[in-house]
């Protein structure tokens, strides 16, 4: 069974940062572009970032471009998030997904093809 557990998410001040982690298990994801999404509340899930299967090209949501970084490791099968200079409009659930194209990511409505269950990032002002 195929499960993306995602780690990392609590409560941070404004200015601080987390570091998510995606775990991965049930297969190996090493030649499948990974990322993020968001939802707030009372919101549509947002795309976060994107990478693609060697780590060599990365995307990113136009409201956290230089503050978010992307990351794997294929060896560990394993994704992490990192997040600097927080604000409380990154307060959300975070969640990781797979999918077989890195355009699952980036256009709108495209479907992707794992989730996970998603970690809550607070951000107190």
């Known amino acids: 069974q195929v499960q993306l557990v995602e780690s990392g998410g609590g409560v941070v001040q404004a200015g601080g940062s987390l570091r998510l982690s995606c775990a991965a298990s049930?297969?190996?994801?090493?030649?499948?572009?990974m990322g993020w999404f968001r939802q707030a509340p009372g919101k549509e899930r947002e795309f976060v970032a994107a990478?693609?299967?060697?780590?060599?090209?990365?995307y990113y949501g136009d409201s956290v471009k230089g503050r978010f970084t992307i990351s794997r490791d294929n060896a560990a099968n394993t994704v992490y998030l990192q997040m600097i200079s927080l604000g409380p409009d990154d307060t959300a659930v975070y969640y990781c997904?797979?999918?077989?194209?890195?355009?699952?990511?980036?256009?709108?409505?495209?479907?992707?093809?794992?989730w996970g269950q998603g970690t809550q990032a607070t951000v107190a002002s």
């Open positions: 997904a797979a999918s077989l194209y890195v355009t699952n990511f980036i256009e709108r409505d495209s479907p992707i093809r794992y």
């Open positions: 049930g297969r190996s994801f090493s030649t499948w572009p």
């Open positions: 990478v693609s299967w060697d780590g060599g090209s990365k």
